[in-house]
């Protein structure tokens, strides 16, 4: 025997009546949010458009980390304090890479495995390369 619930929302409490998670829509697309005991999140998962996307939240609330699959493959980044983007690991066409932020959000460093090996690039503030390495 199955057995069919269809709701607008999960809501999950705790014994004091604190929301713990919640399954339900977020932007217009169904995602899940679990919340510490403070209420603030601490991972949330959404599938936007064709891409899920997985969010760490620190103990402020602030996004800390961030996984998302999409057509380019697979993306984990990483933030500051100050919601500033600072590594991004991914694929570019078939290569997989790493790209180093600095705190204007300017990539900096970047090391691609392409089919001729490893390429290291340093850039300046504007984005010019100032070094590259193979």
Do not use: C, H, Q
């Not at 069919?4 to 977020?26: K, P, S, T, Y």
């Not at 603030?40 to 980390?65: H, T």
């Amino acid at each position: 025997m199955s057995v069919e619930i269809r709701a607008n929302a999960f809501v999950l409490e705790d014994d004091n009546g604190n929301v713990r998670a919640a399954l339900g829509m977020i932007e217009e697309e169904a995602g899940l949010v679990l919340r510490d005991k403070n209420g603030k999140p601490r991972a949330m998962l959404v599938v936007f458009e064709d891409r899920p996307v997985l969010s760490l939240y620190d103990a402020n609330g602030e996004v800390r980390v961030v996984l998302a699959v999409g057509k380019e493959g697979i993306g984990p980044g990483l933030d500051d304090e100050a919601r500033k983007f600072l590594a991004l690991l991914g694929i570019e066409g078939e290569a997989p890479l790493l790209l180093l932020f600095d705190e204007n959000r300017k990539a900096r460093a970047g090391l691609f495995v392409g089919t001729d090996g490893p390429v290291l690039k340093l850039s300046d503030e504007n984005g010019k390369v100032i070094w590259s390495a193979t």
